[in-house]
């Protein structure tokens, strides 16, 4: 059950102007390659925590909503630490800018588990959202990995419209391509740059994940990391979050 958690973001007044400086300044801090020993190590023998964040809206319009987080145990994906609070998010809502109404809740989460449970701070994020599949390069996935210095993944289960991309028959024609568990084939835009992964996350949903880089991790690594955390369509990080906020 979610406890309530008072916690206001900061004003940030005219959010267009302001946020595009704030997300050039983190953006030039993006690290989209791997950096963790585990990462390099034969079979990732060195990762043992997985996390997953997620906030979630209630169905009225007072602002509230849940934000958790999970830990799971890797490889076997059991759950060791799950936290759920009730917020207020007072920030408005901008196109391309939700991370600055929803990140400073998502840090707040690591935060207390870093101060509570610091033995359960998770090797890597994954994240209901996008990393560098973004309009301006730069999604909550990419947001909360600069803010945390953690290794982030951006796992969003629709397209986003940016650079070129949209959901047209060639699209629809790759998705159907995707014929079993861990097919994948890249998201490349107008510019020529591979944007992130279209992903089959298992072979009872033909429905794609669309995995992006956040921060401290190359694409390969990240589509490989969410391949081998999904038991449904859904990799377990996220799903569990998404049962926490339900």
């Known amino acids: 059950r979610c406890t309530a958690v008072s916690f206001r973001p900061p004003a940030l ?3 267009g102007l302001w946020g595009g400086v704030e997300q050039d300044r983190l953006r030039a801090a993006v690290v989209p390659e791997d950096t963790e020993r585990w990462q390099r190590e ?3 023998a060195g990762l043992q925590r997985v996390g ?3 906030l ?17 145990g890797y490889p076997g994906l059991q759950v060791l630490y799950e936290d759920c609070r009730m917020v207020a998010v007072n920030a408005p809502y901008v196109a ?14 690591v935060e207390r588990l870093q101060r509570e449970q610091p033995e359960l701070r998770p090797q890597v994020l994954l994240v209901d959202g996008n990393g560098l ?5 730069f999604g909550v996935a990419c947001h909360l990995g600069v803010l945390t210095d953690l290794p982030c993944v951006g796992v969003a289960k629709n397209l986003l419209h940016v650079d070129g991309l949209v959901k047209d028959e060639l699209h629809k024609e790759q998705i159907r391509s995707l014929q079993k568990k861990g097919d994948t ?37 990240a589509v490989h990391l969410v391949k081998s955390c999904c038991k449904y369509r859904i990799p377990e990080p ?8 339900s």
Not at 64 to 70: G, P
Not at 96 to 109: D, I, K, N, S, W
Not at 133 to 137: A, D, T, V, Y
Request: proline letters at 4%.
């Open 238 to 245: 996220i799903r569990q979050v998404e049962k926490q906020g």
């Open 52 to 54: 997953g964040v997620d």
């Open 96 to 109: 391309g800018f939700l991370a600055f109404r929803e990140v400073p809740f998502m840090v707040e989460a």
């Open 42 to 44: 034969p079979g990732w």
């Open 185 to 221: 084939f890249p998201l490349m835009g107008t510019s020529g740059a591979v944007l992130g992964m279209a992903l089959r996350g298992c072979n009872n949903s033909s429905k794609p994940l669309y995995v992006s880089v956040g921060h401290r991790i190359c694409l390969e690594t």
């Open 56 to 72: 979630s809206y209630g169905g009225g319009n007072d602002g509230s909503a849940c934000v958790s987080l999970v830990v799971l």
């Open 133 to 137: 599949l973004h309009q301006r390069g």
């Open 13 to 15: 007044g005219a959010l």
